[in-house]
């Protein structure tokens, strides 16, 4: 079955301050996708990233970097010099194509509060 | 361009009754999703219609819920006889097609409260 975990519920952070957001998948598949969405106080989710599984290649995108490492099934993503409007809740989530199309599975999410 | 819409934004109920929400995805979008939110946790897969047809509804979580899309675009989802533990956001998301490489945009939601 598909399992994503994120082991932080809650982090707060002063403004400028880096910050690494865990996840933590298990999946039986060999291919795959692994996802980070942002769902700021407004409710909606917001795409941030798609890795697919056979391209552990880092990313970085602004302030955004991800790490996907298959050995220890991780896809963390971090955030340097964190900014108050980085404040929202964050989810990892795991592709499957297990009985056709891309269902998601979700993690818990991880709240992230950045402070003046 | 304009993206996945959903009404109403909010919808308050008493138990016992039905419900419809209602999805407008993506123009050109083939994929259609439903997925539900509870508080504090992420969103969990209920449905996914490809074109017209649901595709997997292995999400659902009994035979209150159903849901249509009877023209390939606007999709409905239903709850019959709702109840309390019904009460949730509920997502919609759409995607080009089904590969990995379609990525899922979600809509606003739509917050149900059963009374």
């Known amino acids: 079955a598909q399992k994503v975990t994120q082991a932080q519920t809650e982090i707060s952070v002063v403004e400028k301050e880096d910050v690494t957001l865990d996840c933590v998948y298990e999946?039986?598949?060999?291919?795959?996708?692994l996802f980070w969405y942002k769902q700021p106080p407004s409710g909606e989710l917001v795409f941030l990233i798609r890795?697919?599984?056979?391209?552990?290649q880092n990313e970085i995108s602004g302030r955004y970097s991800w790490n996907f490492q298959k050995s220890t099934s991780s896809f963390n993503f971090t955030i340097t010099a964190s900014q108050v409007v980085d404040s929202a809740v964050y989810f990892c989530?795991?592709?499957?194509?297990?009985?056709?199309?891309?269902?998601?599975?979700f993690g818990t999410g991880t709240q992230l509060k950045v402070e003046l | 361009g304009a993206g996945v819409s959903q009404t109403p934004s909010n919808k308050v109920t008493e138990k016992g009754k039905y419900v419809e929400l209602r999805c407008d995805p993506i123009?050109?979008?083939?994929?259609l999703y439903w997925y539900r939110q509870s508080l504090g946790q992420g969103p969990e897969f209920l449905i996914y219609?490809?074109?017209?047809?649901?595709?997997?509804d292995s999400g659902l979580p009994n035979d209150r819920f159903f849901a249509v899309r009877p023209e390939g675009s606007v999709s409905t989802l239903k709850i019959q006889r709702t109840e309390r533990g019904d009460s949730a956001v509920y997502l919609c998301?759409?995607?080009?097609?089904?590969?990995?490489?379609?990525?899922?945009?979600f809509g606003p939601g739509t917050r149900l409260t059963v009374l």
């Open positions: 219609f490809q074109g017209t047809g649901a595709a997997d």
């Open positions: 123009s050109g979008h083939t994929a």
């Open positions: 999946t039986r598949d060999t291919t795959y996708y």
């Open positions: 998301a759409s995607s080009l097609g089904v590969g990995g490489t379609d990525t899922q945009y």
């Open positions: 890795r697919n599984s056979f391209d552990e």
């Open positions: 989530a795991l592709s499957s194509f297990t009985g056709g199309g891309n269902k998601l599975t």
